[in-house]
């Protein structure tokens, strides 16, 4: 019981690096240095007053009108198979040009002495989607993921959300 008790609280964030950037709203911003890159690593943690599937189910949702990010000017689900789904995105930022990126988005969410920690991944897949298009920003590396955690007997639940992305490009 221990053993699953240490699973299922994640270290603190201090510990692994992480340095608080912001505060709002219930959620901690924390931000560290990417292993290899200039660009930050990105994790934010709050409580969500739902039960965790819930919100993976919401994450998972990929087509719906409702889960639509900044910028977003173009998102297809390009295939679906046993490694999850293929997506590409085109976002249009002010100030910037245009970015687009293939990613491969995954469940890697797992159950442990009847606990289940719910888990949406995602990598660039560049290679499996479109070409390169003219006047639009290829971005080589993101990955991430959300973690929701079971809170209050599976109630509530603590969700963390990690990004790491080069933009390329001049920003």
């Known amino acids: 019981m221990l053993a699953l008790a240490l699973l299922l609280v994640s270290a603190n964030p ?3 690096g992480w340095e608080v950037v912001g505060r709002r709203d219930g959620v901690v911003v924390y931000q560290r240095p990417h292993k290899g890159g ?3 690593e990105l994790l934010a943690v709050g409580i969500l007053d739902v039960p965790p599937w819930v919100a993976k189910n919401a994450v998972d949702d990929v087509e719906s009108p409702d889960n639509v990010m900044p910028y977003l000017t173009e998102a297809r689900v390009l295939k679906r198979d046993e490694r999850g789904l293929l997506i590409y995105n ?3 930022p002010p100030l ?3 970015r687009d ?3 491969r988005f995954f469940d890697q969410s797992y159950t442990v002495g009847g606990v289940t920690v719910w888990i949406a991944r995602w990598h660039a897949a560049n ?7 003219s006047g639009v920003v290829r971005v080589q590396e993101t990955e991430g993921y959300w973690r929701f ?3 209050d007997g599976g109630a509530r639940t603590r969700a963390s959300y990690f990004v790491y992305s080069n933009a390329g490009g001049a920003v």
């Open 96 to 98: 910037v040009s245009d």
């Open 149 to 151: 955690e079971p809170m």
């Open 38 to 40: 200039d660009d930050p």
């Open 127 to 133: 290679s499996e989607g479109p070409s390169k298009r």
């Open 14 to 16: 201090l510990d692994e």
């Open 101 to 103: 990126y293939t990613i």
């Open 90 to 92: 085109r976002i249009s």
